[in-house]
């Protein structure tokens, strides 16, 4: 089988099977966290948990929510001592996440009892096959790993997986933007809620 038809054949079975999966495991939180959390919730504590000092920016972006939909989130989760926000200590006005002793233990239960669940379903599998499904699993998750600021591996999607945007330009002389005046449309987007830096400080890896 030529390359290209075995990464396109790859392509097809990880957009088809990897939804179905988080999907399966997003039903088995919803019934082990009910009442007690949703899963947004349960995926902030998750993401708190690997990236403690956080900013909210970073939390949207991994919910894939605006940073008004996740301040809600982390608003919800302090009031219930599972969050805490705190000044970074190195800037003052920027705020972090991490997650409270509490919060880090609802969270440890929750990963436990997932995975407990995992197991069961997978436990009708001969060795071979589960081998091949760690083995596959590991060689995926490294290709959308990239290595964070500090030197650690961050589990966010690399960045060129990512589409680029398009950007708003301000028309100027001949139709071209002037030297300054050309910006993404989602960092003015961004600057429109206020309350936090634009261009956030980069995220600490686990």
Known sequence: MKTRTLT????RIVIGAVPLVMRSIRGEIRRQSAPLLSV???RTLAFLQHH???CLYHLAEH???????ASILVDR?????????TPDPAERRRV????TAQGARRFER????TEAWIGVQLAGLPPGDLRRIVDGLTVLEGVFIEPSTDGRQDATPSRRTRPRQRQAIVPGRAGHAPPGRVSDASDRARRSHG???EHPAPMRGR
């Open 8 to 11: 396109q054949q790859c392509a």
């Open 40 to 42: 947004p919730q349960v």
């Open 52 to 54: 403690p000092g956080a």
């Open 63 to 69: 919910l894939g929510v605006t940073r008004p939909t």
């Open 77 to 85: 989760l302090v009031n219930r001592s599972l969050v805490a926000r």
């Open 96 to 99: 972090v996440l991490t997650l």
């Open 110 to 113: 929750a990963r436990r009892s």
């Open 195 to 197: 309350g936090e830096r």
